[in-house]
């Protein structure tokens, strides 16, 4: 053989060992960047390729080409994409792969145009470009699109139909669900021998609301794997059935993170002691690795917050990633426990580790703010509130309603003056303000200005709520006899409107009228009852009474302060033994009234008082206060109203002790105590004022020449200088 001839051949092979290796080198990198991406290690595949791409890019395989840009994809790193595309433009054409990829890709960035661009100059198109442009669609909220894109394709495959389903789901409507189900009816057989493509059918038929053949489909189900169980225990919670979520996690071994996420998100919605008891439960034999899934952590902490287990929740917070939602969340469950100082707390701590707070947080702060009702809180903290958020008609309703619960109406009312064009929210929150603080006149006026198609439950509930406060009763019968759909509700606050006016047979007659196409409710009894409680009418709320034990036997709560009620109606009539053997009767059935609590703001502080409290620092100082206070009472009072303090001499009780018995006699003497020459004081109390408070704080006022505040449960009380109430008695 000639030399010639044996360099040829010697040649040949080193290119070709040299091509062999290339190859080689390139199926191996693609095979480790797949085996990187599998495991979701998206930014080392990236690195991997990186690192080889000094390399010539042009002999790179289409399956290197492709793990790269499904790691771009999943990092929606738009930037490197661009790129790898520009590296290798000229090969689009002609590899179907990588041309699939890229759309996935684009539609991943939200680049829909450039996604549909590619596809449509494809020569060619692939399932594997239809299910890239379907999965698009639905990532970009346009299921209708992929449905269309669906009836494309002559012969889908199991990944179309998979992509099909969740594009349904996404959907929701009847069109969706009966191609739900020709579809499901049409596929081979052996399609359903995958667990995945079962999945995403359970998950259309559950969020289409046909949760009876999900179930059946689901029972039926040979190899249940997990994912399965989490498209059931989703659409059960979708479907307002929380039970059958818990039902179904207690069937599972070892639930992934995924399962325990659905498991406290179905407590979260049951809101029960059972409920918090299950996810405090499960949340304790986690394993600890899920905690690194922000998600687990976050479930869990609505879950308790949901559930009223805001203390739980709390210590949950320290440990977690804090995010604007997280504080939120914690603030609406502080408020819903009224707890607003923790709330404001809450506010202060996100300042001082610099997160900027979004609408949400000052919708909750100014609830807050609502729940203490003190105007000079409230005043240093709108103050805070960018001018941006001031213009958003939310802001704007919530902040109606904080100057509304504060007694300061001309602040509410210059907000509602400057929206242009005011909401049912806008309108029922001034509405309510005029009412809350006895304006009925106003209240009335402004409902009859409100547009007809804005008028809805709420508005009628707060104007005839208005007019209950300020006794204008033939203006309410007028509005209630108007209304064509009268509600629960509706009802109820007419029946309040009529008790209050001592128009007691035609309370009943309405109750009557609403009890013949309705269950009894008990919060109309309640009306009466108050009602009867002001006219001191002892037979009439013995009668009611009775009547509430007989039609609501399991109705704790309120019977407890109907007793209490019953009670105080018997005591202000003089029946004083009566009143006794109720409480004592109370006090042996274990069964406990409500704890009243008056919350008043001092230099900036805000402070909590129960009834005979001794919890505050300077307690002894306080009824020191308290004393000095009922001997000026004793003294004095007799220029202003003696009537009451005679009485309650007379039932051998001292004016210290009727004093000392309420929660804001408390708060007052410790505004005295906190500022001796204070001119105004402002208390928020969760019960409503006894008829001995507010005769002593009209006193106070007067004899102390200090404007005194006080909002209870149903309405503002504004106790001028000169003794006299705002309420003119009426309450």
Not at 581 to 595: A, E, M, T, V, W
Not at 613 to 625: A, G, K, L
Request: proline share 2%.
């Amino acid at each position: 053989m000639s030399t010639r001839c044996l360099n040829h051949r010697l040649s040949s092979l080193i290119i070709f060992v040299k091509r062999s290796v290339a190859i080689q080198s390139n199926f191996d990198l693609g095979k480790q960047m797949k085996l990187l991406n599998d495991n979701k290690q998206f930014k080392k595949s990236l690195e991997l390729f990186d690192k080889h791409k000094k390399n010539n890019i042009e002999t790179f395989s289409s399956l290197i080409i492709t793990q790269a840009l499904k790691a771009c994809a999943h990092l929606e790193d738009f930037q490197r994409a661009e790129t790898i595309y520009h590296l290798i433009s000229s090969r689009i054409k002609d590899d179907l792969y990588i041309l699939a990829s890229l759309i996935h890709l684009y539609m991943q960035c939200g680049d829909v145009a450039r996604a549909e661009s590619l596809f449509d100059t494809a020569t060619t198109k692939t399932l594997s470009m239809y299910g890239a442009m379907m999965k698009g669609y639905i990532k970009n909220n346009q299921a209708n699109k992929a449905i269309d894109l669906f009836n494309e394709i002559k012969n889908p495959n199991e990944v179309i139909i998979m992509v099909l389903f969740n594009a349904c789901a996404q959907l929701g409507t009847i069109e969706a669900l009966n191609l739900t189900k020709k579809v499901s009816k049409e596929i081979p057989k052996s399609f359903h021998l995958n667990p995945r493509l079962i999945t995403s059918l359970l998950d259309a038929l559950m969020q289409l609301g046909h949760v009876v053949d999900a179930h059946l489909l689901f029972s039926r189900s040979q190899n249940k794997v997990l994912p399965m169980y989490g498209a059931m225990m989703k659409g059960y919670i979708k479907n307002n059935m929380a039970n059958k979520t818990i039902d179904l996690f207690n069937e599972i071994k070892h639930p992934d993170e995924i399962v325990t996420i659905l498991l406290f998100n179905a407590c979260a919605q049951l809101r029960t002691p059972q409920a918090l008891e299950l996810a405090k439960t499960v949340s304790k034999k986690m394993p600890e690795c899920f905690y690194s899934n922000i998600r687990i952590p976050t479930s869990l902490f609505n879950a308790l917050i949901k559930c009223g287990d805001c203390s739980s929740a709390e210590i949950l917070f320290v440990k977690m990633r804090k995010s604007v939602e997280a504080y939120g969340n914690l603030m609406n469950g502080f408020n819903h426990d009224n707890n607003p100082s923790k709330t404001l707390d809450l506010f202060n701590q996100m300042k001082h580790n610099g997160i900027n707070a979004n609408i949400i947080i000052y919708l909750c702060v100014i609830k807050a703010l609502s729940q203490i009702g003190d105007y000079e809180l409230c005043q240093s903290i709108v103050k805070e509130i960018p001018h941006c958020f001031l213009v958003d008609h939310k802001i704007q309703s919530a902040l109606i309603d904080m100057w509304g619960k504060t007694g300061s109406v001309d602040q509410a009312k210059q907000i509602f003056e400057k929206i242009l064009e005011p909401n049912h929210i806008g309108y029922t929150a001034m509405i309510n303000c005029y009412g809350l603080n006895g304006m009925g006149i106003q209240s009335i006026e402004l409902y009859r200005k409100m547009p007809q198609q804005l008028i809805d439950e709420v508005a009628y509930v707060s104007v005839l709520n208005a007019c209950s406060h300020s006794g204008l009763v033939d203006e309410a019968r007028s509005i209630f006899r108007n209304i064509e759909i009268k509600t629960e509700s509706i009802y109820a606050t007419m029946i309040d409107c009529l008790s209050r006016a001592y128009c007691f047979r035609e309370a009943q007659e309405l109750i009557e009228e609403y009890e013949r196409l309705n269950s009894p409710v008990i919060v109309m009894y309640m009306a009466l009852l108050s009602g009867a409680r002001n006219e001191k009418n002892s037979d009439l709320s013995q009668n009611i009474y009775d009547r509430m034990k007989n039609l609501f036997p399991q109705m704790t709560n309120p019977l407890i302060s109907a007793a209490v009620l019953l009670a105080n109606v018997y005591a202000s009539s003089g029946d004083i033994d009566k009143a006794s053997d109720i409480r004592i009767q109370l006090n042996k059935s274990g069964l406990k009234k409500k704890i009243g609590l008056t919350w008043t703001v001092t230099n900036g502080e805000i402070y909590q008082f129960r009834a005979h409290d001794q919890s505050h620092p300077r307690s002894d100082e306080i009824y020191v206060e308290l004393e000095k206070i009922s001997k000026e009472l004793t003294q004095h009072g007799h220029e202003y109203d003696s009537s009451w303090i005679t009485r309650s001499l007379n039932q051998d009780e001292t004016v210290a002790s009727v004093l000392c018995g309420h929660s804001e006699k408390l708060a007052i003497a410790w505004n005295f105590v906190a500022n001796p020459n204070t001119t105004r004081i402002q208390l928020t109390k969760n019960l409503r004022v006894c008829g001995d408070c507010h005769r002593a704080t009209k006193l106070i006022a007067a004899i102390r020449q200090c404007e005194i505040i006080v909002r209870d449960a149903n309405r503002i009380h504004h106790f001028y200088t000169n003794g006299q109430c705002s309420c003119s008695d009426y309450f």
